[in-house]
């Protein structure tokens, strides 16, 4: 059962945008910290970027910072992802996430998150 369901992926091209976004279809995650993680092919998972309960306080890793957005509509218990100037190297499977604790710094890792989406697969081509 699926609690985090990750949609907006799609074919772009180099410098295009993209947004993503995830939302649950069960319990709320407003109470949570919420992050995007990608996985491209024969590549471990990464951390893309994170937003904490408060909706404020963001991380994001080097590969995308000033081209990737993460924000959370805590209203409407959205999560999304926007993303800028498109590269190649973007091209993977994301995945949202949840924790039940704050991130307090761009080196999240896998096992820092409780709850996992099914991904959306982004290709970038050149």
């Known amino acids: 059962q699926e609690l985090l369901v990750a949609s907006g992926g799609g074919l772009v091209q180099t410098g295009d945008s993209l947004k993503l976004s995830c939302v649950s279809t069960?319990?709320?995650?407003?109470?949570?910290?919420m992050a995007w993680f990608r996985q491209a092919a024969g590549k471990e998972r990464e951390f893309v970027a994170s937003i904490n309960r408060n909706a404020r306080d963001t991380y994001y890793s080097d590969s995308i910072k000033g081209r990737f957005t993460i924000a959370r509509d805590k209203d409407e218990d959205i999560l999304y992802l926007q993303m800028n100037r498109l590269k190649p190297e973007d091209t993977a499977v994301y995945y949202c996430?949840?924790?039940?604790?704050?991130?307090?710094?761009?080196?999240?890792?896998?096992?820092?998150?409780?709850?996992w989406g099914q991904g959306t697969q982004v290709t970038v081509s050149s």
């Open positions: 069960g319990r709320s995650f407003r109470t949570y910290a």
């Open positions: 996430a949840a924790s039940s604790f704050n991130f307090y710094s761009p080196y999240v890792q896998v096992s820092d998150v409780n709850v």
